[in-house]
């Protein structure tokens, strides 16, 4: 039987450990060298193995699975595992806030109203025009949204290099 750290990897698991090791690095828990040299480590890797050497080190999360729990005690249902992936992207699994103290820490004000807005959109258009513009209409606004959260995250991401370089 092979062992876990055995297992070969693909660029799905490669990408999601040196996401980790940036976030770690904008943490303050990584110089640029020690970032340099795992990321370089990290797209050789071959096993899992391999990448566990390189977040040993570091706080969850690392980017690579966590553990397979054992077998459910009475009363736990194996679906309280929450879902698997959410809008963090590959490799990115959603945390439990009761788990990882912390996790959000770096969010700004309160949270943007999505889902909310997006239901209350359906049904303006759906009592007025009917229920397949109104899905087309929630469709629309959830693009609109995605684009403003994505251009936020990228002019964040550029805000944040731009402290990172010297003489900036």
Do not use: C, Q
């Not at 990897?9 to 943490?27: P, Q, S």
């Not at 553990?67 to 009475?74: N, Y």
Request: aromatic letters at 6%; hydrophobic letters at 45%.
């Amino acid at each position: 039987m092979t062992r876990p750290d055995d297992i070969r990897i693909g660029d799905a698991e490669r990408d999601a450990v040196m996401v980790a090791l940036h976030d770690h690095f904008a943490a303050g828990r990584l110089d640029r060298g020690e970032l340099d040299e795992r990321l370089d480590a990290a797209l050789s890797a071959k096993t899992r193995g391999d990448l566990r050497a390189l977040v040993r080190d570091l706080p969850a999360p690392t980017g690579l699975p966590e553990p397979e729990r054992p077998a459910a005690a009475l009363g736990e249902v194996p679906w309280d595992l929450g879902p698997g992936l959410m809008f963090g992207g590959p490799g990115r699994p959603m945390r439990r806030h009761h788990r990882h103290h912390g996790h959000m820490a770096h969010r700004h004000g309160p949270r943007f109203p999505a889902f909310p807005l997006m239901i209350a959109v359906f049904f303006a258009v759906a009592f007025t025009v009917g229920v397949g513009t109104a899905a087309l209409a929630v469709l629309h606004v959830a693009l609109v949204i995605w684009l403003v959260r994505a251009v936020m995250l990228l002019t964040g991401a550029r805000r944040s290099r731009r402290h990172l370089t010297p003489g900036a």
